[in-house]
């Protein structure tokens, strides 16, 4: 199982981007998808997750509202929306899936927000 995460880069506070995570060996419909970040210095945290049973999102309380994770069953990708960004969301982010723990992870993206 490989997850390719992209899609991270430099944006100024208030704006957006899209993190892609292309995966293969594995269909994310059917697996927990999760995105997850480590800012410098602190531990890696939850940010978002979609359950294979019924697709529910889930979200960690800091993003609710500005992230929403999705995915394109067609080209087994996983995405995480990342809207009204803030300096406090700078981290590197990572893909993640499983079967009720994450047992497979991608290399990670990073997201620097600019004040």
């Known amino acids: 199982v490989q997850l390719q995460a992209c899609g991270g880069g430099l944006v100024q506070a208030g704006g957006s981007l899209r993190l892609s995570c292309a995966a293969s060996?594995?269909?994310?419909?059917?697996?927990?998808m999760g995105w997850f970040r480590q800012a410098p210095g602190k531990e890696r945290e939850f940010v978002a997750a979609?359950?294979?049973?019924?697709?529910?999102?889930y979200y960690a309380d800091s993003v609710k509202g500005r992230f929403t994770i999705s995915r394109d069953n067609a080209k087994n990708t996983v995405y995480l929306q990342m809207n009204s960004l803030k300096p406090e969301d700078t981290a590197v982010y990572y893909c993640?899936?499983?079967?009720?723990?994450?047992?497979?992870w991608g290399q990670g993206t990073l997201v620097t927000v600019s004040s």
């Open positions: 060996g594995r269909t994310v419909s059917t697996y927990d």
């Open positions: 979609l359950n294979r049973r019924g697709g529910s999102a």
């Open positions: 993640a899936t499983g079967d009720g723990n994450y047992d497979y």
